[in-house]
Structures are given as C-alpha cells and as structure tokens.
C-alpha cells in the first residue's frame, strides 16, 4: 500500500451528504454504471478539493447474497439498508478506495428500502423539489404528504418521535391535527406510516417548557387521535407479551361463562371492582370462580364459540414475529380460552389460570397457583432472559390493574383502552384506535405489516 494515506472519517453529515448525494435510481444493479478511476492530482500537487463518492446511478443497495468487487477485493453487501459506500481520495496522484462500515451507524433500513416508492409517489405529488431533498408540506401549501418512512436525519437527529394515530374505522389523521403536532414540538419532516391512519413525528426529548406525553395524549383526544410519545433508539421490540382478555379478544370470558350460568351479575360486579384495583386479583378471582361450582363444564365450549379476537391481533403477532420478536399471551383467565386465541393469533406461547373440572363439572376452584400481576410480570422477565434482552427491549400491554406490574416493567407498555386505574398509571396509551397502533408505535410502516 505504499504512497496511499488513510482517509480520515469525515463528520456524519457529511457523510450522509454525500451519501445523498450519490444515489441514483436504486433500481438499477449495484455492479453496472459504476465507474471508478484513478485521477491525477492537481497540477499544483495537491489532492482533489473533495473525496469522490462512486458513479451517480450506481446502486449502494443489493440483495442478499450480492456481491461487488473494489479493487480486487470482493465485498458482500447486506440486505441491510445502506451497509457499505466506497469514495476514493488521491494523495499525490494515487487513488486509495476506503471501504466505510456503516453497520454500527443507525441509519433506518426502512428509509433506503423504500426510496423508490417515495421517488414516485413525490412525482405524483406534483411537487418541483428535487427527489433528494423532499420534506413534508402540509395542505396549505398544495401538496400531499409523501409516504416516506423515517429518513435518515430523523433516525439519528432526533431521539424521540410522536406517533399520532385515527381509529381507521371511524376516522381520519388530517392535515390539520398533523400540523397542529409539528407546530407543537419544532420537530422533524412527518413520516406516513400509513396514509390518513397513522404518522411519525420526529422530535427532542422531554424537556423543560416542551409539552408532555400527557398534555400531547389530551390535545389530540380532541380529534379522537391516539398520541404515543416513543424513544427513537431501540424502538422495534424483541418481546411481546400481551393479556387476553378485553385486549386481544372482545370478552371477557368468565364474566360470559357466568352469564351463562346464570350468575352473571354477581360475578360482573367482582370483575369490574377487580379491574379497578379495588379488590386484589387474586381474592376476586377465587371469588367468582366459587360462584361456579356444581355448574356443567359443557359452557366453556359455547363461551368459546362466543369469542371475538380483535382485528389486527393476528398481525400484531405475526409482524413481530416476522422480525424474530418472541411473543406470549399471558392471561388472568384460562388456559381453556388462551390454548385456542394463541393458536389462532399465533403466539409462541401462552399462559393462564386452570379451571378444576371432575366428572364434567366446575369444582369452583382452581387446578394450580393464581396467575395474577406479579405472575404476568414474572413471564415477562423469563421471556425476556430466554430471548437474550432486556426489560427495554419489550413490549406489553394489557387493560386491567392485574397488568400494571408488566406495563411498568417493559420497555414499551402500552395501555389497551385500560381501566381508569391504568390510564393514571401508564403514560402511554391506545384510547381510540386498534391493535395495529402498537405496531405504529415501533415504527412499523402498514406496508409491513404481516397479515
């Protein structure tokens, strides 16, 4: 290597600058249009004013298993987003080609992976600015918002992001509410997760004199908008664990086995005050399921028959799953309703309360220890262990005060149009829209989503 010099490593944004800059139309093969030549030094001997990023239309994404050779030597190239860009420097008439790492850089895969589709839908917006340096303009400058997920200057200027998301089936996220939230917190460009549905809103920390998650949750309650105030890094998490009851599915199952049975009304009032946290879990529990005794285990399958999973709890399952998420349905009521849910949703695993039946007939007792609070936190933590990561790295959610030990335990604990006690307790929560907002939330666009 003798007569080459080290490149010295220029600051980020100009990296991300001339990385911009060097990108063509992604479609075209990383091995064709690349051309790479040896230059001269200037006349007075001293290197080119700048480094040289490779042939404009030359492709700085390939699919796996592609492979492009620089000088001799070959460099695989990840399915990663943007994983490696070459530039070449010329000390003194020579040229040396510094290959740059970017893995340990947080650039959003997402946001190179989808460049394509925004070029196009960014024509089709009708707006004259260049490909490269589109931002969102609200409807009062005449444009549409584009569909580009996070760019790479919101993934690593901003350490936060709001995400702001309409009940799909009975609403819609306008302009006026986007603007309303840009205007608030002197963020980002807003990022469309899914068109009239859902976006992202890159933004600073919480710091003093800037609205909290609460103000921001009330404001946007308004409009019938979930507002979820997100960190950034680490977003997309490697656990789910999610209750059953009321969150998954619709019912609340052993309230509807008691209505069956005749006894509904009793056990309603015991479940509501459970919920609350006026009575503890576990009392409550054994409470109403004493109020079953003697009655024919024949019910559970018509309550069974009854069940109503919530739209979208499949893909919520299946999405995460599809980006190596292990995922738990861990339930305050039964196996006899989790072992059928799981199955359906796909959950890797699933756990609940044991009814004890003899004879085909509810003893009114429990076959095993109370599945309660610390329960559920308790899955979350070996769950977690077993995936090899942090409480950080997790997501729950649930409804009732029997799941505030997990929600406050996770990284990500949302509220799932939870019971007053809840929402005092946990800051972030889904009021009004579905399922799919804890997907939102991680910064899934639809367009990932896995149905």
Known sequence: MQGFRPVALQPLTGILARLRAGIGHLDQPFDQGAHIHARPATQDRQSPASPRLFHRRQRLLAPPGHAARHRGVQHAIQSMGCDVFVFSCGPRGQNAQIA????????????????????????????SRSRHNQTYRGRRHGHSLPQLPMSLRATMSFPYALTLVADRTATTLTHEVIDIACHMLKGGAPVVLSPGEAVDIPCPGPVPGAPTAATLRTIFARHKVDALLVKTRGRRKAVLVADMDSTIIANETLDDIAAHLGVGEEVRLITEASMNGEIDFESALRARVALLEGKPAAVLHEVLGEIVIREDAATLVRTMKAHRARTALVSGGFTFFTDHVAGICGFDEN??????????????????DVLGPESKLHHLENIAEERGVKLGATL??????????????????????????????VSRQVNFAGLRSLLFAQGYPASDFVS
Do not use: C, W
């Open 396 to 425: 729950t959610t649930g409804d009732g005060a029997n799941d505030l030990p997990m929600l406050q335990a996770a990284g990500l604990g949302i509220a799932y149009h939870g019971k007053p006690i809840v929402r005092e307790a």
């Open 351 to 368: 756990h609940g309360n044991v009814l004890e039946i003899r004879d085909g007939i509810l003893t009114g007792r429990l076959a095993a």
């Open 100 to 127: 740059i790492d970017l893995h340990g850089i947080s650039i959003d895969d997402m946001a190179a992976k989808s460049y394509s589709q925004f070029q196009r839908e960014s024509r089709l917006a009708g707006t």
